[in-house]
């Protein structure tokens, strides 16, 4: 590890600013992994969107004209539907839609989430034995279908009520993980600490475990939307939730029933599925950032690769005592004390 | 053997909740849009078949919630889930036995695949942290994001066509007459390759990665020191050692998920026009057929705590822990 060169960079000025450098943006660690940073720019960038998506819209997503399925040009960016519809404002006003129902259904599930995960977990006795049963009963029961038989009895499903369903129907995940947490929470000397100095149960579970429940809440919260994001395109494309808003699903349920792959039109499906798969990717890259900063053992480790002072390389790695492996032996060798076992094999 | 007999009594308990909930959703809700599909239907069918729609959809205003009740178990219990409107006048319960085999061959092999591929390149990426496999986290994330449909449109639209090896809808030869012969074995097989690639790829993701992370949390433990001490090869310590450990929280997380998977893999049916259970609900929700989607949502649910027996099973055989305590 201590090749020459690097103790010489050690010396110039750059060596000290580095190391101070981490410790003023102590705050900032979460916005600086990389991951986390740009989940949230272009998360940012979804949310700018749905709110000034319908006023930058050069057309009115439902307006018809005369270009019927036109591949993208300069007038209509990413083509035209078969009704002559701009596909362009379709994608940005339905962003709105998409980002509501999103975010509302994550919101929804998170509270369900955290006053049955916590309340559980802490409550304890017959209260924990029925909630953890019931959020179990609910992680079971496939929620996509369960999902689709409410909204599509519900008659004329809009943005909200789709929102509620979702919400509603998807906390089971994050109040079995909080229970576990707050369960394991429950009996540290803090906890004990604070319910012997006779504070409430209230201000026990306020004050000294949600803070650290924080990451847990946040990363469900995380999740919860993406899975919200996904029901509801998917309600939308298979026709369920109404078909006068627009969302990213409601252009997929149109491409399908107007067979736009039968004629080629793939501008009418790709841009909407993008969209999809950036925001749910910019959503799993928060969550991964969240849980790298929480457990630093997650991180990808970036440079592993160390070149020891004979010019040989050995890959450090968390948990890992680093084996020099010698070009002339092919089974790794640890540098020291195999050769001395070797020896005493050989003299015995 | 005792937490066998506990997760038994948990999916009863469950089966009973999602029938119950089956039994309240059309009755909690304002209007009744059955009344009028029978109305449409009034003259083709039988007494019958309209009591057994009355007591499933809770039309008869004059009977109690609690005998109402009732007769829905006593109903489910004869297999009579009414008839299907799509489908008229065809039981749904026969539609159903129809493609259920459909969709257990196509979802449940293929979930199953997808673990597995899953599970043992997330042992590698985990064992080996900082190789070229971590360049692997980002594109696999990409992938689980995008929905499964959608990748099944572009499946089609880049893979199928009229010349293309790989037929575009269905689940066989159009021509052909299901039965166990080797020319409708392989026409099937041929029609379910693009759907099961497309599940594939955007389910395999979500294994890789949590078995990265478990694998990433048991490599730093003692026990994995002391093999490596031992002078183990590393492939031993890998597999026996670090996999083994690894892979019970994975099993377990398996079964958890089976109902968000079931879901997103329904939708491909969808897109490839399968003949599975997805496909049927989705001509049931175009044209508001209730009894049908009511059916499919108790036979997906039946199904997937069936599987989840299953991994249960497979838990006990994994951890011997589970075994000491019974």
Known sequence: MSAPASTVTAVTPEGPVEAAAPAKRQRLRFVANPKAATGLVVLAFFCLIAIIGPWIAPFDPSARSSDLIQAPSGKHWFGTTHLGQDIFSQVLVGTRGVMFVGLLAGIIATALSVLIGVSSGFLGGAADEGLSALSNVFLVIPALPLIIIVASTIPSAGDLMVALVIGLTSWAWGARVLRAQTLSLRRRDYVEAARATGESTWRIITVEILPNLTAIIASGFVGTVIFAVMSEITLAFIGISTISEWNWGTILFWAQSQQALAQGAWWWFVPAGLAIAVLGTALSLINFGIDEFVSPRLRSAGHTKVKTTDGHTVRMRVGFTPVLSTSSAKEPVTPVLRKTADKAKGAA | ?326
């Open chain 2, 1 to 326: 053997m005792k937490f066998l007999l506990q997760r038994i009594a948990f999916y009863l308990f469950t089966a009973w909740a999602a029938i119950t909930i089956n039994f309240f959703i059309p009755r909690l809700i304002p209007g009744d849009p059955v009344t009028s599909l029978i109305n449409k239907f009034q003259g083709q069918m039988s007494t019958e078949a309209i009591q057994s729609l009355y007591v499933l959809f809770g039309l008869d205003k004059n009977a109690s919630m609690w005998s109402q009740y009732i007769d829905y178990w006593g109903q489910i219990f004869h297999g009579n889930l009414g008839l299907s409107f799509t489908f008229f006048p065809t039981p749904v319960s026969d539609i159903l036995k129809q493609s259920l085999p459909w969709t257990i061959a196509l979802v449940g092999i293929t979930t199953f695949a997808s673990f597995m591929i899953g599970t043992a390149l997330g042992v590698l990426a985990g064992w080996r942290r900082g190789s070229w496999l971590d360049g692997l986290l980002p594109v696999t994330t990409f992938l689980s994001s995008i929905p499964y449909f959608w990748l099944g449109l572009l499946a089609i639209t880049f893979l199928a066509g009229t010349d293309s090896f790989f037929p575009s809808s269905g689940g066989y030869e159009p021509g052909l007459v299901p039965s166990w012969n080797g020319e409708f074995i392989g026409s099937a097989i041929q029609h379910s390759l693009l759907p099961a690639i497309t599940i594939l790829i955007s389910s395999v993701s979500g294994w890789i990665l949590s078995m990265r992370n478990m694998m990433v949390t048991v490599a730093s433990e003692d026990y994995i020191t002391v093999a490596h001490a031992k002078g183990l090869p590393e492939r031993r310590v890998m597999v026996s050692y670090a996999a083994r450990n690894a892979l019970l929280p994975n099993v377990s997380g398996f079964a958890l998920s089976l109902g968000f998977i079931v879901g997103g893999t329904l939708l491909v049916e969808i897109v490839f026009s399968y003949p599975g259970i997805g496909y049927n609900l989705f001509q049931a929700v175009g044209a508001k057929d209730y009894p049908l989607m009511q059916g499919v949502f108790l036979v997906i649910t039946m199904s997937v705590l069936i599987a989840n027996l299953v991994a249960d099973v497979a838990y006990l055989l994994l951890d011997p822990r589970t075994r000491k305590e019974g």
